[in-house]
Each structure stands twice: as C-alpha cells, then as structure tokens.
Nanobody, 122 residues
Framework: QVQLVESGGGLVQAGESLRLSCAASGSIFSIKNMAWYRQGPGKQRELFATITSAGSTNYANSVKGRFTISRDKANNSVYLQMNSLKPEDTAVYYC????????????????WGQGTQVTVSS
C-alpha cells in the first residue's frame, strides 16, 4: 500500500505565503513525476505545478513566478512554496505521484493525497 499525506494548508490573507508538504510512504519502488493539483469552489481539478525525477519543473501561467515546487527524492516528498497568495488561489490542494510499487514494478500508477484546504482572504 502507498499513501500520500499532505500538510500545511490553512487560512491566510492576500499577499501572504504558505508552504505545503506531501510525503509518500509505503511499498514504493520508484517515483517518476510529482505534481500539485488544485480544485477551487465550483471548478474542475487543475494541474498547476509538476516536477520530474530529474528536477525539471513546469507551472501554469496562473502561478508562475509566485509558486515554487521542489522535491526531496530521498524522502519521497514534494513541496509547494506559495508566495503572494491571492483570493483566487483558494482551493483544495492535492499532491500526485506517478510511481511504481514493489509489487508492480512493470507499470507506473497514479497516487493521490487526501487534499489540504488553502483559503486566502482579501
């Protein structure tokens, strides 16, 4: 079994910062890409930040220059530093990992965290 557990969400004012963490644990053989998604009220879940196993990153225009994704491969963790937060960043934030488990090393599977709420007040 594999678990992804997020932490670090909360309520902040516009312009403030938050740092989210996500730790993967369990029967992990290898992790390829890790990513952050978010789902705002009444919206679809959207991908906005990715990081490869080599450390290459990609961002949606809506967060570029304000958010930074990083990764600790040794601890199977991914982080999201969010600066200059805006009310429109309010959402449930989910981490995602494409990984192989020790019982299925021939395929990559997607795993998700449970989500953490980020609320930005104006």
């Amino acid at each position: 079994q594999v678990q992804l557990v997020e932490s670090g969400g909360g309520l902040v004012q516009a312009g403030e910062s938050l740092r989210l963490s996500c730790a993967a644990s369990g029967s992990i053989f290898s992790i390829k890409n890790m990513a952050w998604y978010r789902q705002g009220p009444g919206k679809q879940r959207e991908l906005f930040a990715t990081i490869t196993s080599a450390g290459s990153t990609n961002y949606a225009n809506s967060v570029k220059g304000r958010f930074t994704i990083s990764r600790d491969k040794a601890n199977n963790s991914v982080y999201l530093q969010m600066n200059s937060l805006k009310p429109e960043d309010t959402a449930v934030y989910y981490c995602n990992a494409a990984l192989k488990t020790t019982t299925a090393i021939w395929r990559w599977d997607d795993y998700w965290g449970q989500g953490t709420q980020v609320t930005v007040s104006s």
